[in-house]
T-cell receptor, first 115, second 113 residues
């Protein structure tokens, strides 16, 4: 039982390049999330998906796009990377649906550096 | 939207002392308040949570209190141990938002032996 798996773990990009972070969960959770973590700023929500087929903006969505490919997979795309997007990205999933919020299970994180 | 403020940003205590971390939230409709612990280089993990229908919850050495009127909640760790050293995050979410969870900025707790 792998839980939440995200790839790649490390990536270095040049300004203007594009890339996709992949995330998959095997817990049959409805909700999935992408957060970024920067020193002193906590975990900031980029996008989330309450259920298969839906996505919503979080606190810091600019410069990112997401796709909920199916119930298991939720990808995050940077179309034109900028140095301000240098961060550690965490994917998470939870049993949350509709009314109630459940525990978030996080992946190991992806460290992205944009030069 | 929801805004969660967390204080202090760093906290240093002696082993055996108590530690308290406080959070305030802005959305009066928020009803779920979890706390996550992140050890160095690891992923965040849930340690305790509380829903708005209770005022306090305990689990061994950790407890969380909630004051809905004042819109703040706190994490209390008693008899701290070196392995409690980590970054702690509070968070808040409201009913019927698909689990949208907003985090505070984090508190780096250091427990000195």
């Amino acid at each position: 039982n792998a839980g939440v798996t995200q790839t790649p773990k490390f990536q270095v990009l040049k300004t203007g390049q594009s890339m996709t972070l992949q995330c998959a969960q095997d817990m049959n959770h409805n909700s999935m999330y992408w957060y970024r973590q920067d020193p002193g700023m906590g975990l900031r929500l980029i996008y989330y998906s309450a259920s298969e087929g839906t996505t919503d903006k979080g606190e810091v969505p600019n410069g990112y796009n997401v796709s909920r490919l199916n119930k298991r997979e939720f990808s995050l795309r940077l179309e034109s990377a900028a140095p301000s997007q240098t961060s550690v990205y965490f994917c998470a999933s939870s049993e949350s649906s509709g009314g109630t919020t459940g525990e978030l299970f996080f992946g190991e994180g992806s460290r992205l550096t944009v030069l | 939207g929801e805004n969660v403020e967390q204080h202090p940003s760093t906290l240093s205590v002696q082993e055996g002392d108590s530690a308290v971390i406080k959070c305030t939230y802005s959305d009066s409709a928020s009803n779920y308040f979890p706390w996550y612990k992140q050890e160095l280089g690891k992923r965040p993990q849930l340690i305790i949570d509380i829903r708005s229908n209770v005022g306090e919850k305990k689990d061994q050495r950790i407890a969380v209190t909630l004051n809905k009127t004042a819109k703040h909640f706190s994490l209390h760790i008693t008899e701290t141990q070196p392995e409690d050293s980590a970054v702690y995050f509070c968070a808040a979410s409201r009913y019927n938002q698909g689990g949208k969870l907003i985090f505070g900025q984090g508190t780096e707790l250091s427990v000195k032996p």
